[in-house]
């Protein structure tokens, strides 16, 4: 209930301490979280992960990553670096990096709802940067040879055939609220607006390696 649906098949333990002092809308939170043999799979990616004896740190308002590591089902890492500042909790800003080896990003489908799917497995290096409202995103990404990779772009939304270069993947299983939606908006003092990602990298399929499109 905690994660929406967005993640499933949740176990493990975290254990750790957190000092939390100022005002609750712009706390400072100082201490760890480490987590012990923790495991999830995150739905609209089908991808179980673990993540054992790796620790989340909250010192003078950013959350560190020290080689923050995710492993999948057969041994493949993606390893997290950098920081998360916390100077505005409404719009967090990033400062991170991802090094991912022969990783599962994506699971097989799973079901007739699902968007996207595989298996496919990577080799990539990400820097994340800016905020929440506008991450900031720079990917060089190599399929491993033999992974498979579906998406379907449904022919009925507006505009698609003008979005060059823009994929939008939509968890059917999970959709957004619309309602909730139009609150946010309503609330600009109060909420962040949210305003898309800034992309930038180069993808490499190798000739072993396949890419799906569904027209649906």
């Known amino acids: 209930p905690f994660t929406a649906?967005?993640?499933?098949?949740?176990?493990?333990?975290?254990?750790?301490?957190?000092?939390?002092?100022g005002e609750l809308t712009n706390p400072d939170i100082n201490g760890s979280l480490v987590f012990h043999k923790g495991k999830l799979r995150v739905s609209y990616l089908n991808n179980p992960l673990e993540i054992d004896q790796?620790?989340?740190?909250?010192?003078?308002?950013?959350?560190?990553?020290?080689?923050?590591?995710?492993?999948?089902?057969?041994?493949?890492?993606?390893?997290?670096?950098?920081?998360?500042?916390?100077?505005?909790?409404l719009n967090p800003g990033f400062d991170l990096g991802v090094d991912a080896r022969n990783f599962l990003v994506l699971g097989p489908k799973s079901?007739?709802?699902?968007?996207?799917?595989?298996?496919a497995r990577v080799n990539s290096t990400i820097a994340i940067?800016?905020?929440?409202?506008?991450?900031?995103?720079?990917?060089q990404l190599k399929l491993v040879d033999k992974s498979a990779i579906g998406f379907v772009v449904?022919?009925?939304?507006?505009?698609?055939?003008?979005?060059?270069?823009?994929?939008?993947?939509?968890?059917?299983?999970?959709?957004?609220d619309s309602t909730l939606l139009i609150q946010t908006v309503k609330k600009k003092s109060a909420a962040t607006q949210f305003s898309g990602i800034e992309?930038?990298?180069?993808?490499?399929?190798?000739?072993?390696?396949?890419l799906t499109i569904v027209i649906d």
């Open 154 to 176: 449904p022919d009925e939304e507006p505009g698609i055939a003008n979005r060059e270069g823009v994929i939008e993947f939509v968890n059917r299983q999970n959709p957004p």
């Open 5 to 21: 649906g967005a993640t499933t098949n949740m176990s493990g333990a975290i254990t750790g301490n957190l000092e939390i002092s």
């Open 54 to 89: 790796q620790e989340l740190r909250f010192t003078n308002r950013k959350l560190l990553l020290n080689q923050f590591s995710f492993t999948d089902t057969t041994g493949g890492k993606a390893i997290m670096d950098g920081a998360i500042r916390l100077e505005n909790l």
């Open 111 to 119: 079901s007739e709802e699902q968007m996207i799917w595989g298996p």
């Open 199 to 210: 992309f930038s990298g180069d993808i490499e399929l190798t000739p072993a390696s396949t």
């Open 129 to 139: 940067k800016g905020d929440l409202s506008l991450p900031k995103v720079d990917m």
